[in-house]
């Protein structure tokens, strides 16, 4: 049920990336032992379940507000030496899977202290948790990539893991009751749906049929949302979550109108000057367009130059001009 507080409403939502990372990334025996028991459900280690973490990470509520949105990780390091990587990403873009495999092929090369030999290398396990369908060449919600022969089907190495769950896929429509899911799907169908009113019941089944990581999910997450400071902070991250989209639609809308105004004004100079000078000083005459309003919009002067790919002082040579 939300919490209540000065006429808002704060969710128990555990998408919401500050109460996920509150929950299972803080320096308490409590958020630990909910996190191995994650960790042991998603990876399936009943044979050689992790029974300690070492967090590289740890939670701190007076993280930046800034940092970038939509991606939480939490770091961690097994009792056995291996390095664990925990995402929750709630947006798709295009670099999604490019990011992925450069972020875990640092954990493994900063694992490794100068002048130590390779075969010290630590197996790392990275795990991502999607709210979206990442892989449309298959409806299983489930899938483990490992390096492989092409051909033959045998695994390289079992240093590297990459883990991905698609929350959409888990329990599609609902057709399944939460006494037909999996204990994995019970779980991840309640992290999808922990805070969302119009699933009340369906997550008072999830939470009676489920298993231990529910019930003490469950109980940090309360606890965690009782955090002022944590509450506090959660609306600050989803103002700034709206205001980035705001700024990203009109980004891409200047962005369609600066190519569209070049292309006008380069046509109609060139054809007194020249197609090619013409269509040039069109698209500048679009860019600077563009960079007005994106200052107009509040954006920092800085920002707009990494944004545009100009230079600090095109961009304020074309604003105080």
């Known amino acids: 049920m939300p919490i209540k507080k000065g006429g808002l409403h704060i ?6 990336d500050l109460l996920f990372k509150a929950v299972y990334g803080r320096e308490d025996e409590e958020c630990k032992q909910a996190l191995i028991a994650v960790l042991n459900l998603i990876l399936d280690r009943k044979d050689n379940p992790i029974t300690a973490i070492v967090y590289k990470n740890p939670f701190n509520v007076r993280e930046n507000e800034t940092q970038k949105e939509s991606i939480l990780d939490i770091k961690a390091e097994t009792e056995q030496g291996e390095l664990l990587d925990l995402e929750i990403h709630l947006l798709y873009d295009a670099d999604f899977i490019h990011r992925n495999i450069y972020y875990h092929g640092g954990m493994i090369t900063q694992a ?3 002048g130590e030999e390779y075969v010290k290398i630590k197996k790392t396990i990275s795990i991502f948790i999607v709210d979206f369908c990442l892989f449309p060449q298959t409806d299983q ?7 492989k022969e092409e051909r033959e089907n045998f695994v390289l190495t079992e240093l590297v893991e990459l883990h991905y769950l698609e929350l959409p896929k888990v329990n599609p429509d609902r057709k399944k009751t939460a006494g037909e899911l999996t204990k994995l799907e019970r779980y991840l169908e309640y992290l999808r749906c922990a805070g969302d009113v119009s699933c009340r019941e369906y997550l008072e089944d999830l939470r009676s ?6 019930a003490m999910t469950e109980k940090l997450l309360r606890k965690a949302t009782a955090d002022e400071i944590v509450r506090e902070q959660a609306i600050a991250r989803d103002k700034f979550r709206l205001q980035q989209h705001c700024r990203e639609v009109q980004f891409k809308k200047g962005l369609a109108q600066a190519f569209e105004d070049g292309q006008k004004e380069g046509i109609a100079q060139g054809r007194s000057q020249g197609i090619s000078q013409g269509i040039s000083q069109g698209k500048e005459e679009g860019q600077k367009e563009l960079v007005r309003n994106l200052a107009a919009s509040g954006m920092e002067r800085q920002q707009i130059a990494r ?3 100009l230079s600090l002082e095109t961009v304020e040579a074309w604003l105080e001009g």
Do not use: D, P, R, V
């Open 11 to 16: 969710a128990l939502n555990l998408k919401n």
């Open 112 to 114: 490794l202290e100068s």
């Open 141 to 147: 919600y489930a899938s483990k990539f490992l390096f």
């Open 209 to 214: 049929q489920g298993g231990k990581e529910i």
């Open 307 to 309: 944004m545009t790919k």
